[in-house]
């Protein structure tokens, strides 16, 4: 079961990243973004928010091993926590910054308990 479910968050890490990845557009309008003046900012989509989880999705799923799936729960705590002082300080659409925070921090959770090493080497 743990490894069924570590390969479904990595493969959705992929895909929300490939979304940007691909289509920074897309994603730019998905989460209320609007590229001005350049389009430094849909560099920025491909490069963060989607090169970036595409890599570590990948990583997980190519080396399988139980490290790189809890580092990429480490960048969906960061993702999370980021989105959780934005929903504080930010004031965001709130159901809408909720329902991203629940798709970062509730793999986060499963990441990390599931595969941190229960022992440092």
Do not use: H
């Not at 490069?47 to 190519?62: D, E, H, K, Q, T």
């Not at 490290?67 to 926590?81: K, W």
Request: net charge neutral; with cysteine.
């Amino acid at each position: 079961m743990t490894d069924l479910l570590n390969i479904l968050i990595a493969l959705m890490t992929i895909a929300f990243g490939g979304m940007a990845f691909v289509s920074p557009r897309f994603a730019a309008k998905a989460l209320d973004l609007k590229p001005v003046n350049s389009t430094m900012g849909l560099s920025e989509l491909r490069a963060s928010a989607g090169g970036l989880f595409v890599a570590m999705g990948l990583c997980c799923l190519i080396t399988g091993a139980d490290f790189a799936y809890a580092m990429l729960g480490i960048a969906y705590v960061g993702a999370a926590t980021g989105r959780v002082v934005s929903m504080v300080m930010d004031r965001p659409p709130q159901p809408k910054a909720f329902v991203w925070f629940l798709l970062e921090a509730a793999p986060a959770a499963w990441l990390i308990a599931m595969n941190w090493p229960a022992t440092a080497a």
